[in-house]
């Protein structure tokens, strides 16, 4: 494509990223709380001998105790409210009965919706004493996310947040999933745009305030190449190397961003403080 080309399919494009209201951000903020409390409310019983099912379980009750539905459920034929993903799993981990072990890493992806509004996040547990490595892994992963929502504000780019993302990630000889990105959200669960984790500084659609997205870097200690198994959902590193990935939702405010799916608790990154 010739460089206007190119403007012009990135201003298209940017113009289908929906702008929300002030009225919208409260909606984000609600539902974004609560899929953070769920998270929060993980950090005391994730310990060896629990199974991804019994975390699926409380995270679906949690959901009716408080009003909202589970997105997952029923989404492109997708059986629980949450996905698990331990170890070398990379993410769309099935809840079921396999028991966590001490020394084990596990993901669990939660979305809710209240109001109509969807709050998408995730975060890594330690299950009991991890290795070092794996805690390096986790702690990466976290502070890459980080990275790249500083750099959300009016007029940078989506090429900004994966530019960001992945010199940090790379920088600490880690490795960007290719075949997973982040999401426009709000009414929709997964939206324009395409929220990639790689990219080029000044590359991609323009943000302007009122876009809603998610961000959610999926990092591997080993290559990047993902697989999706033959249940047609849990991707997994090729070489099985460890995988992470943390998820916030995100609005773009009129000097940077505002993260709907902080935790109440305090619990940005483990180890989770009782
Ligand atoms: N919550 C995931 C995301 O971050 C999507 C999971 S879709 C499911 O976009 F069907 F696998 F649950
Ligand atoms: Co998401
Ligand atoms: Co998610």
Known sequence: MSYNEEIEAESFHARRIKLHSAEDFVGMRV?????ARALDMLASVIKPGITTLEIDRLCFEFALDHGALPACLNYRGYRHTVCTSVNHVVCHGIPGDRVLREGDIVNVDVTYILNGWHGDTNRMYYVGDVPRKAQRLCEVTYEAMMRGIAEVKPG??????????????????????REFCGHGVGKIFHDVPNVLH???RGQGAVLREGMFFTIEPMI??????????????????????LSAQFEHSIGVTAT???????SPAGHACPPYAP
């Open 31 to 35: 539902v974004g709380q609560l899929a």
């Open 256 to 262: 940077g961003y505002e993260i709907f799916t902080t």
């Open 220 to 241: 591997n200690l080993g290559k990047p190449g993902v697989k999706v198994l033959s249940d047609g959902w849990t991707a997994v590193t090729r070489d099985r190397s």
């Open 156 to 177: 940078a780019t989506l090429g900004d947040i994966g530019a960001a993302i992945q010199e940090f990630a790379e920088g600490e000889r880690c490795s960007v999933v």
């Open 198 to 200: 790689y990219g080029r």
